[in-house]
């Protein structure tokens, strides 16, 4: 493939494509060598100097579906969080479930006083030792990035909230952690500042280990917007019903009823092929 090709990316602006990139993302999603290597081969050959990144994304879906329909959701996984809007409070709700996975009980949308001035904080998480507050930053484009900007105000929000005691769980006491939790990635910038100053970061591609992908996959917390079998309406009608995880419409299937789905035999097969359940 011709590595002096330049790429659109979803904001505009241009950069020079990286078959390495492709590759490791159609990996992560579990694509076979023997896959790998057709898709980086079919896509070779219809690449065009400032190609759309949507355009070569749409490509390598529609290849991996046709080869296995579990490997091309893993593979939309990306952009189906992205599909968590357009607002960010379906995000937001998203981000508590992470918590919760990990034993935390969580409350979301709280406005909350700090030494000086009222805060809305996205997610409070809790348990017996730690009381926890997130920053949701949500974005459409997955071209964006939670940059310096972005860790300074968030930075500076935690440090007011410290300044003031809280009841959750029972317990009054202080902030221990101040979390920025996004769909997309940060700079460099705002990763080194945040590391320097005690700011917990989670994002696509950050840490390294741990991060928005592997939780994804570790814990099962596939966003329901990933369902081949489901239509753009059908995603809307399900979000505005607080739907949010594949697994909360394995739990409650009556969702789909409610909104006009009377044979869901196909969404609750694909639910279970996504999420790595056996069916019984």
């Not at 994304?57 to 091309?72: C, G, I, N, Q, T």
């Not at 440090?159 to 979390?179: A, P, Q, S, V």
Request: charged share 25%; net charge negative.
């Amino acid at each position: 493939m011709n590595h002096l090709i330049s790429i659109t990316k979803s904001d505009g602006s241009k950069e020079l494509f990286e078959e390495r990139k492709l590759i490791e993302s159609l990996r992560n999603a579990g694509g076979s060598e023997r896959v790998i290597e057709e898709v980086i081969d079919h896509i070779g050959r219809e690449m065009y100097d400032g190609m759309p990144t949507s355009e070569i994304y749409a490509r390598a879906f529609k290849l991996l579906r046709a080869h296995s329909m579990p490997v091309a959701v893993r593979y939309s996984i990306r952009r189906a969080l992205s599909e968590l809007g357009p607002d960010g409070f379906p995000f937001e709700k998203y981000v508590a479930r992470i918590f919760q996975s990990w034993g935390y009980e969580t409350v979301v949308d709280q406005m909350l006083l700090g030494a000086c001035v009222a805060h809305e904080v996205d997610v409070v998480a809790w348990n017996k030792d730690k009381l926890l507050m997130v920053e949701a930053k949500f974005h459409n484009e997955l071209a964006m990035k939670s940059d310096l900007k972005v860790a300074l105000y968030i930075k500076a929000r935690f440090d007011d909230l410290r300044g003031n005691m809280f009841d959750y769980g029972g317990i009054t006491r202080n902030l221990d952690e101040g979390w920025l939790i996004t769909n997309t990635k940060f700079t460099d910038q705002a990763i080194h500042y945040s590391e320097c100053n005690g700011v917990k970061l989670l994002g696509w591609n950050y840490p390294k280990k741990g991060n928005l992908h592997d939780i994804i996959e570790e814990l099962r917390l596939h966003p329901f917007t990933c369902l081949i079998s489901l239509s753009n309406v059908q995603k809307r009608d399900l979000l505005a019903k607080g739907v949010v995880l594949c697994v909360d419409i394995l739990k409650n299937q009556q969702y789909l009823q409610e909104i006009g789905i009377k044979n869901n035999t196909e969404i609750i097969k694909e639910i279970n092929e996504v999420c790595g359940i056996k069916e019984n």
